[in-house]
């Protein structure tokens, strides 16, 4: 039974991993999935969009600022999940804003008095022409090589993040950690933009062997576990093991 | 080729384009609107064809371009964001004149 302070879930679609966080996230919240190259964050996220249209009904926004469309539609049909197909039935606006785009205009200078207003009007604009319920900015990193002035994308990404959210979309964004870093992301601010914090990992455990596992590092208003947990990536996606604890971390 | 394109590309037209992107809601685009302007006065009328997109009202196109941080003027292809020195514009119009000539040879 609801009540004003029960807090409402959306389902993950991944599966196992919604048993950790009390059945989903927290509505309308921003969720960081950090983990370092390779360790299947763009697939978490873009699993999140293709399950939550297909399961859940719910229109998605993908923004990529670093994978081009035709490349992640390839990556995803590997899983069996058509977005072509998505897009078609208007479940799904992928937002090409990456690099290899042709009419954009290549860059030469950068003073420190811009905003991202432009973002937000592009997101935005797709969010309530889908009346879209999920939202993924596929990777936050890259901003950081396409622009000098940490400062202002810092004070940037919590006006952007909470005008989104605030739409009534669950915004999910990934940021890959450097190697041989011990944060969350380039910006150092990343884990304080999000309510939610889920962190990938893909660990050496031996000569031949590397173990994949998943943790929930924060996630606000929820009981969630503190432990490390395993996950694979099957030929259906990514899928965690809520009751196996990894032995990598 | 159909009558039309012949036509296009017999009146070509030379004059150097620049994109400027705003926001309804950037504080730094009129500062940097007023910098372009007086620069490119500067220079022979009719040397630019000039367009402002405004992706508050029009976001389909800031996506098209790929340009979400603004201010950013497009000057024959290359772009600056922020709010630019004229020198800088100066450079740019520059180096679009002789890419133009280039491509003329």
Redesign the interface.
Same mark, same amino acid.
């Given at each position: 039974m609801s009540d004003d302070y029960s807090i409402e879930r959306v389902k993950t679609g991944i599966p196992g991993l919604d048993e950790l966080i009390e059945g989903g996230f927290p509505l309308g919240d921003t969720i960081l999935i950090a983990g370092k190259a390779g360790t299947g964050k763009s697939i978490l996220a873009n699993q999140f969009l293709y399950r939550g249209a297909i399961e859940y009904s719910e229109p998605g926004v993908l923004v990529t600022l670093e994978e081009s469309p035709e490349k992640i539609k390839r990556n995803m049909m590997r899983f069996g999940m058509d977005f072509g197909k998505l897009e078609e039935e208007g479940m799904l606006a992928i *937002?090409?804003?990456? &690099?290899s785009?042709e @009419?954009? &205009? *290549?860059?030469?200078?950068?003073? &420190?008095?811009?905003?991202?207003?432009?973002?937000e @009007?592009?997101i935005?604009?797709h969010v309530k022409r889908m009346k879209a319920k999920r939202v993924v900015i596929d990777t936050l990193s890259i901003m950081a090589y396409k622009?000098k002035?940490r400062d202002i994308l810092r004070e940037e990404f919590f006006k952007l993040t909470a005008n989104i959210t605030r739409s009534g979309c669950t915004l999910l964004l990934t940021s890959e950690i450097p190697a041989q870093n011990d944060g969350l992301g380039v910006f150092d601010i990343e884990a304080f933009l999000a309510s939610g914090v889920i962190v990938l990992y893909n660990e050496k455990i031996s000569e031949t062997t590397r173990s994949r596992s998943v943790e929930v590092l924060k996630l606000r208003g929820s009981k969630h576990s503190s432990r490390i947990h395993s996950m694979r990536i099957t030929d259906e996606g990514i899928r965690v093991w809520p009751g196996e604890i990894s032995p990598g971390v | 080729m159909s009558n039309n394109d012949s036509i296009e590309a017999n009146d070509e037209d030379t004059r150097i384009e620049i994109v400027f992107f705003k926001s309804d809601t950037c504080a730094f685009c009129p500062r940097a609107e007023e910098v372009l302007l007086e620069t490119i006065g500067d220079f022979e009328e009719n040397t630019f064809r000039l367009e402002t997109i405004n992706v508050s009202k029009n976001p389909e196109k800031g996506e098209e371009y790929g340009v979400f941080a603004l201010p950013t003027i497009m000057i024959g292809g290359v772009s600056v964001t922020g709010i630019p020195e004229p020198g800088m514009i100066f450079k740019m119009i520059l180096g679009a004149k002789a890419r133009q000539r280039r491509g003329a040879k």
């Open positions: *937002v090409d804003l990456s &690099p785009k @009419a954009t &205009p *290549v860059s030469i200078g950068e003073y &420190p008095s811009f905003d991202l207003s432009g973002l @009007a592009i935005l604009n622009f002035s | -």
